[in-house]
Nanobody
């Protein structure tokens, strides 16, 4: 699986951005998908995830502001980010993983920069 993230940019606080992650390869629908972010000097953290079955999970810091979705027909996952705050500034990474038996297959995209100005 290869992942290509896009949609980052510079936005003022209170604004919105929509990140997209396009996946290549077969059997996209079996992948659990997620968005992570990493701010300078901080560890990478989970922002939102959606399982192959559609179960959603969000970090507390983004609940009510961010929405993750997927389109299996387009092999894509999205992150709609509203009411952005300066603390949302980070490089955002797309992640995909699935299990085949006991083996976990884990993939990362290249990251897209999101900068929120105050």
């Amino acid at each position: 699986v290869q992942l290509q993230a896009s949609g980052g940019g510079l936005v003022q606080a209170g604004g919105s951005l929509r990140l997209s992650c396009a996946a290549s390869g077969s059997f996209f629908s079996r992948n659990n998908m997620g968005w992570y972010r990493q701010a300078p000097g901080k560890q990478r953290e989970l922002v939102a995830s959606i399982t192959s079955g559609g179960l959603l999970n969000y970090a507390d810091s983004v609940k009510g502001r961010f929405t993750i979705s997927r389109d299996n027909a387009k092999n894509a996952v999205y992150l709609q980010m509203n009411s952005l705050k300066p603390e949302d500034t980070a490089v955002y990474y797309c992640n995909a993983y699935y299990y085949s038996g006991p083996t976990k297959y884990n993939y990362w995209g290249q990251g897209t920069q999101v900068t929120v100005s105050s």
